[in-house]
């Protein structure tokens, strides 16, 4: 996610603390309401997939889980190369894992857990485990041998 309030440059994978009262998965569906403005029936847990680590993620000496999430609905009308571009007036965007992996360059860490997160993915479709519509799955790019 971007912030449109200049609180950070660039993208940021969403991060919240989760609340003693919820569940990691709901902490994450909080995390990309939160900083996404996207309405929680709008994304999936992914229960067959597990969540990935990252560590210090923007150097801050912190753990943490990344739990997988699925859009409900589909990206944007018309060709999906056409949808993987940054729209700088919308807090995400619909992302191939080339452009993606480009947007979280600056951090390592980040970039570290996109690349585990797209391979477990890759790995979690290629079993049947989760859903492979609208174009296929972050890091289908990706060669698993």
Known sequence: ????????DG???PVVERLSNESSQDAAIRAITTFADVDPEAVKILPKVLPVPLYAPNGRPVLVHLYPLYAADPPPDGVLEDADMEDEDDYYDWYTYANASKRLAYDPASLAALQIMSLSLVSASKAGLIPNKWGGVLGQELCLD
């Open 1 to 8: 996610v971007r912030s449109l309030e200049g609180e950070w």
């Open 11 to 13: 993208m940021r994978i």
